[in-house]
């Protein structure tokens, strides 16, 4: 197709993320990708600053998932994970619950993060049907969170300024408590903790369990707390015996600098929601896995089984290459090469932390977030990352970038670098 025509029809058929179909974003023709880079139709190569929301952590065109992607598919793309399993499945299920932090040993798998988020609220109901107290239907979690765009994790992401306020009234409504305020690095004080203690003291009879981004919160202004936050939340769920959810569909898999953020605060949780850079971003899965608590206590009363069963459960070619990323998440470097991801842009960025218009400089492993005093205007933003040569998606007030874990630190200078010139334009 030709390049003009491909993008009209792009213009008036075809509707992006979070963007309009009468005054739609800008969007880039993209050719192919390879390593960090990203190519454009017209010619571009561009740093990929995004691991293409933070999934694509072994870079594009990767050969060992290739591998595992076209070995699978010669001998079984799909079966239906009901009355069946396959290898594949097994062997992915062997790791998670080796990797992951001990106790949670029962793996659900599902379709995306957001669908794993909807997994692990509906366990968590059933599991207080099953042990008698159907009362709690309720959900607590803290402001300024994201959890997906599905109905239920809508209802536990940031009411007030998250993406999902048009829907406000027609959600479920669930508790909300304040959002935890000690930086990561900064200085614990009892008093953070307060806000959930109340909720959940005054609401415990309702509340099934609560959800939470450990150390991150994402999507909704990548805000980095307190390790010990989470460990007094671990005690206060269970205190009042309640569930809880950790959703690590971002954090997971080596982003803030160990294999899952939980590991900070040295927790487990009842409930852990994976996706993302479980498969190294070739295809939409997702895991979620439970303590053997949870599994059994829903497996032993009625209807006793766990009500959920995508058509795509278990996809033997998701497995596969889901493997193979965990293999090469798994190899002793990887973690030591994000802690270094983590001092170049500490290197590279600490000069933002003067400039008039940057609020706030935040880095944690493989992450940095710029926070600005003003809202991004993001098509021109973006256009200027193109300019520079490096792929970059800000939104609200952050310029913020999740670079793969397979970039190098001459590609980590000149994506910093570009980020540095832009700002200084701001």
Known sequence: MELNEM????????????????????????????????????????????????????????PVLNEAVKSQIDRMSHVMFGGLTHEPAVRLAERLVAMTPDGLDRVFYCDSGSVSVEVAIKMALQYMQAKGEASRTKLATVSGGYHGDTWHAMSVCDPDVGMHTLYDGRLPVQFFADRPGIPFGGEWDENDI?????????????????????????????????????????????????????????????????????????????????????????????????????????????????????????????????????????????????????????????????????????????????????????????????????WIRPFGKLFYVMPQYVITDEQLGTLCRAMVRILSEQ
Request: net charge negative.
């Open 194 to 390: 307060a806000s959930l203690r109340g909720v959940l003291e005054a609401h415990h009879s309702e509340i099934a369990a609560l959800i939470i981004e450990p150390i991150v919160q994402g999507a909704s202004g990548m805000w980095i707390y307190h390790p010990e936050y989470l460990r007094r939340a671990r005690e206060l769920c269970d205190e009042y015996g309640i569930l809880m959810i950790a959703d690590e569909v971002a954090t997971g898999f080596g982003r803030t600098g160990r294999m899952f953020a939980c590991e900070w605060a040295g927790i487990t949780p009842d409930i852990m929601c994976l996706g993302k850079a479980i498969t190294g971003g070739y295809m939409s899965f997702a895991a979620v896995m439970a303590t053997g608590d949870v599994a059994l206590t829903i497996s032993s009363h009625e209807p006793h089984s766990f009500m959920h069963g995508p058509t795509f459960m278990g996809n033997p070619l998701a497995c596969a290459v889901a493997n193979a990323s965990l293999e090469l998440i798994s190899q002793p470097h990887v973690l030591p090469r994000i802690t270094e991801i983590d001092q170049r842009l500490r290197e590279h960025l600490e000069c933002l932390r003067g400039m008039s218009k940057v609020a706030d400089l935040r880095i944690l492993g493989a992450i940095a977030v710029v926070e600005l005093t003003e809202l991004v205007d993001m098509a021109r933003m973006q256009k200027r990352c193109v300019e520079e040569g490096v």
């Open 7 to 62: 993008m009209r029809f792009d213009r008036e058929h075809i509707w992006h993320p979070y963007t309009s179909m009468i005054d739609p974003l800008p969007v880039y023709p993209v050719r192919s990708a390879d390593g960090v880079y990203i190519e454009l139709e017209t010619g571009e190569r561009l740093i990929d600053g995004m691991s293409s929301w933070w999934s694509v952590v072994h870079g594009y065109n990767n």
